[in-house]
């Protein structure tokens, strides 16, 4: 059962133009959300988050969207970069869970030069 | 900065073998993870730490087992090994129980022959 899910398993972009990831959710629990980016050989980093009581949160180039109703959020990239290529996880956790994560399955973003 | 360490970057394994993983962070986190990574599945949790001698199931706990006799250090275990334990194991640290972050290592591509 999978509780988070990133239908896209890749997304091709041209450098410069908005690069978009989605994520559904189906636990009705979780409230906190993250964002890992994995190079190759390397493991996950850390990229942004959004608590349930926000529906934006903005770092630098990446927000992230969080609209709780439909259960879905979503990263944006502006401008895309080459050095954005990477795999991309969504991440949720509910309150109190000991910091138990449950990712998705990942979306390899290709941005082209 | 963060670092989490594993013990070896590429491992290969008979059917059957008992094979330890080790994982140690250096900076005095409480929570410890081990997760598998497959192609298609994102990150699935095996089992995690949250102190000391204190262990939690995860999503896939069967085939392995995990040993926290110290805080900096998280041991998984695959009693017999098989192959369909071949995979790319990630373990990760997060501080508290506050909405933070985990901290990965770099993964071991373990193979099972």
């Known amino acids: 059962d999978q509780q988070v899910k990133q239908n896209s398993p890749s997304l091709s972009v041209q450098e410069g133009r908005i690069s978009i990831l989605n994520c559904d959710y189906t636990?009705?629990?979780?409230?906190?959300f993250l964002w890992y980016k994995k190079y190759p050989a390397e493991g996950p980093t850390f990229l942004i988050s959004?608590?349930?009581?926000?529906d934006k949160n903005e770092d630098g180039r990446f927000t992230v969207f969080l609209n709780k109703s439909a259960k879905h959020l979503s990263l944006h990239i502006v401008p895309s970069q080459p050095g954005d290529s990477a795999v991309y996880f969504c991440a949720a956790s509910e309150f109190g869970g000991y910091q138990k994560v449950t990712f998705g399955t990942g979306t390899k973003l290709q941005v082209i030069p | 900065d963060v670092k989490v360490t594993q013990s070896s970057r590429y491992l290969v394994k008979r059917t059957g073998e008992k094979v330890f993983l080790e994982c140690v962070q250096d900076?005095?986190?409480?929570?410890m993870f081990w997760y598998r990574q497959d192609p298609g599945l994102g990150l699935r949790l095996i089992y995690f730490?949250?102190?000391?001698?204190?262990?939690e199931k995860g999503d896939i706990p069967e085939g392995y087992s995990v040993s926290r006799e110290k805080k900096e250090r998280f041991s998984l275990i695959l009693e017999s090994a098989s192959t369909n334990q071949t995979s790319m194991y990630l373990c990760?640290?997060?501080?508290?129980?506050?909405?933070?972050?985990?901290?990965f290592g770099p993964g071991t591509r373990l193979t099972v022959l």
């Open positions: 990760a640290s997060s501080l508290g129980l506050s909405y933070n972050e985990q901290f």
């Open positions: 959004i608590s349930s009581i926000k």
């Open positions: 900076m005095d986190h409480e929570n």
């Open positions: 730490s949250y102190d000391v001698k204190m262990k």
């Open positions: 636990n009705s629990m979780f409230d906190y």
